[in-house]
Structures are given as structure tokens and as C-alpha cells.
């Protein structure tokens, strides 16, 4: 099993920046792709980037690219999210999640363990 805590959501205004961070538990954390999904109200959950085991390929979606940068540090056992020029369309609960066998990044299904989310709102 794989524990996974995210952390550094809060409420800001249009322009600023948040670093959310993802500590994982209970497995080596290094071996696995790992990505970060948002879900706003009424609406379905979204990929938003991913990351590679050895942090080398990264991937966004095109809401958020040139704007986020995901990165993780293995020897901490966490991933980071830095969320930079942040608009209110980025208002959502922001979930890290963790896939065993690599099969896809974009694709929630793909990935097997999940974190409890941790909300952004950006105010205009």
C-alpha cells in the first residue's frame, strides 16, 4: 500500500503563485510515474502534469502549461506542483496520484493510489 498526503493549498488571488507538495508512504516512492489531477464543482476530474520515476519527462495539459512545473524529489519521498500566475479557472481540489505500471499519464484510471486532495481557490 501507498500512503500519499498533499499539502500547500489554500485561497489566493489571480496572479500568485502556491507550491503544493505530495509526501508518499509505504512503498519505494522512486520507481513509480507519478501526477497530479484537479476537480472542480459539477465538473469531472482532470490531469494536470505528470512525472517520470527518475523526474526526466514531464507532460501538462495545455490549461496549465508554461504557468505549473511538476518535480519531485525521491530521496524526500515527495512531488511538487508550482502553480505560478494562477487564475480562477485553476479553482479546484488538487489530487497527487500514483500509477504501479506505467500505462499512460493523462488518464486517471491508469493510476492506483491517490491522495485526499487539498483545495485551491483563486480569487479574481
Known amino acids: 500500500q501507498v500512503q500519499l498526503v498533499e499539502s500547500g493549498g489554500g485561497l489566493v488571488q489571480a496572479g500568485d503563485s502556491l507550491r503544493l507538495s505530495c509526501v508518499a508512504s509505504?512503498?519505494?516512492?522512486?520507481?513509480?510515474?507519478m501526477g497530479w489531477f484537479r476537480q472542480a464543482p459539477g465538473k469531472e476530474r482532470e490531469f494536470v502534469a505528470s512525472?517520470?520515476?527518475?523526474?526526466?519527462?514531464?507532460n501538462y495539459a495545455d490549461s496549465v502549461k508554461g504557468r505549473f512545473t511538476i518535480s519531485r524529489d525521491n530521496a524526500k519521498n515527495t512531488m511538487y506542483l508550482q502553480m505560478d500566475s494562477l487564475k480562477p479557472e485553476d479553482t479546484a481540489v488538487y489530487y497527487c496520484?500514483?500509477?504501479?505500471?506505467?500505462?499512460?499519464?493523462?488518464?486517471?484510471?491508469?493510476?492506483?493510489?491517490w491522495g485526499q486532495g487539498t483545495q485551491v481557490t483563486v480569487s479574481s
Open positions: 496520484a500514483l500509477q504501479r505500471y506505467y500505462s499512460g499519464y493523462a488518464r486517471a484510471g491508469n493510476y492506483d493510489f
Open positions: 512525472i517520470s520515476s527518475s523526474g526526466g519527462t514531464t
Open positions: 509505504g512503498r519505494t516512492f522512486s520507481g513509480y510515474t
